[in-house]
């Protein structure tokens, strides 16, 4: 009831989108974050909330291929487009390459930001398979970490970059 006495009616809306390769739709009021209803309508927690702002990256997932902050995107609009998480890269028994990367450079320590940064990671190399160290840089810009200083996180990238074949450069332009 509100202040009046009388009863209110919360609108509503039902959104369809592909979440994680697979339909998905929900219901939920036209303000709602997609951070929000990602973590309360589909209990994927991948996606953290830290700035509020979506300048931290804490909240990356990927809508459509591009990095975006969940914490700062209405839900609806996602309507019709693909949203993929973190927990739709990999499984346990068979991760991601840059989920393994990661691990395999010791490019995380607490992982709080790490969910952000490797769904950041998987738009930039669908993009450019050859960044230099300049290129991963600028484009991890949006993430903070606080633990790593991004040494390990730059030197998985360009690691599995060079696993894969691909000649990548330094700042430098030497062959990494």
């Known amino acids: 009831m509100n202040g009046t006495g009388m009863n209110e009616t919360i609108e509503t809306i039902e959104v369809a989108f592909s979440l994680n390769t697979k339909p998905a739709s929900a219901s939920f009021e036209p303000r709602e974050l997609l951070i929000d209803v990602l973590r309360e309508k589909f209990g994927l927690r991948g996606a ?4 509020d702002l979506g300048v931290c990256g804490a909240c990356t997932v990927l ?3 591009l990095p975006c902050s969940s914490c700062s995107t209405l839900a609806a609009d996602v309507a019709g487009r693909k949203v993929t998480t973190i927990e739709g890269l990999g499984t346990p028994q068979a ?3 840059i989920q393994q990367a990661f691990i395999d450079h010791g490019a995380l320590q607490c992982g709080f930001c790490t969910p952000g940064m490797v769904l950041a990671v998987k738009a930039l190399l669908a993009s450019n398979e050859s960044p230099t160290e300049d290129e ?3 484009y991890l810009h949006g993430n903070v970490c606080r633990c790593t200083g991004y040494v390990k996180i730059i030197e998985a990238v360009m690691g599995l970059a060079k696993k894969r074949g691909v000649d990548t450069k330094t700042i430098e332009g030497n062959s990494a």
């Open 63 to 65: 809508v459509d291929g």
């Open 136 to 138: 991963v840089r600028h």
């Open 95 to 97: 991760l991601d390459p």
């Open 48 to 51: 953290k909330r830290s700035c």
